[in-house]
């Protein structure tokens, strides 16, 4: 079945500095979504990304859906001890498979203040 | 607007027993779907249904059923209990299906416990 490989699995980082995460895939996705979860909480989407070489930002955050549609990367600027939780990629696959979404298995974010 | 709204948040049971899990979709959206995540791992997908049938199922046990209702609000039901069935259960809600799935809304999920 289809994986994403997200990485890294954790990071350690000072307030105000900048966090790049990714995603990939062995097969092609059609969507690509970004998700950020707190302990107890369901996921929060962050940003949907529709088509490849598409880059959409939302405030401090930037993703880009990859050309070859089978990889995604995630950016946040000048981060902040509220950035902190576990971000999820996920994505919807082609053909039969598109009415569900393949999650990674998470990158979780610490910010030091 | 109120999300999507799971009920009920915690929830403690047997190993052999049965549980029923709800979930409300955001108004206007037709189609919901149930996620299962285990600690330390993303989502799994179980199921999703839209205008009360059912499109998609993932590599869940017979076990594992679920059924939507006429005012889109849906129900995911698990018999036998096992302790591997301890999880966060989450619903999301989207507008439809296809092209109009893309986005996916969850509630705040249902933390079950098999003992």
């Known amino acids: 079945g289809q994986q994403l490989n997200q990485s890294p699995q954790s990071m350690f980082i000072q307030e105000g500095e900048d966090v790049s995460m990714n995603c990939t895939s062995s097969?092609?996705?059609?969507?690509w979504l970004w998700y950020k979860q707190d302990p107890g909480e369901g996921p929060v989407l962050l940003i949907a990304?529709?088509?490849?070489?598409e880059l959409t930002s939302n405030g401090r955050l930037t993703a880009q859906f990859g050309i070859t549609r089978k990889d995604s990367f995630l950016n946040i600027s000048a981060s902040i001890p509220s950035d902190v939780g576990i971000y999820f990629c996920?994505?919807?696959?082609?053909?039969?498979?598109?009415?569900?979404?393949?999650f990674g298995k998470g990158t979780l974010l610490t910010v030091n203040p | 607007d109120a999300g999507v709204t799971q009920s009920p948040t915690h929830l403690i049971k047997t190993r052999g027993q049965q549980v029923t899990l709800r979930c409300s979709p955001i108004?206007?959206?037709?189609?919901v779907s149930w996620y299962q995540q285990v600690l330390g791992q993303g989502p799994q997908f179980i199921f999703q249904?839209?205008?009360?049938?059912?499109?998609g199922r993932g590599n869940f046990p017979d076990r594992f059923s679920a059924r939507q209702f006429p005012n889109y609000s849906s129900e995911l039901n698990v018999n036998a209990l096992l302790l591997g069935d301890s999880a966060l259960y989450l619903c999301?809600?989207?507008?439809?299906?296809?092209?109009?799935?893309?986005?996916?809304?969850f509630g705040q999920g249902t933390r079950l416990t098999v003992v």
């Open positions: 108004s206007g959206h037709k189609s």
């Open positions: 249904y839209y205008e009360k049938e059912e499109r």
């Open positions: 999301a809600s989207s507008p439809g299906t296809g092209a109009l799935n893309t986005e996916a809304f």
């Open positions: 990304l529709y088509k490849a070489g």
């Open positions: 097969s092609i996705f059609n969507t």
């Open positions: 996920a994505g919807h696959g082609s053909g039969g498979s598109n009415y569900k979404l393949t």
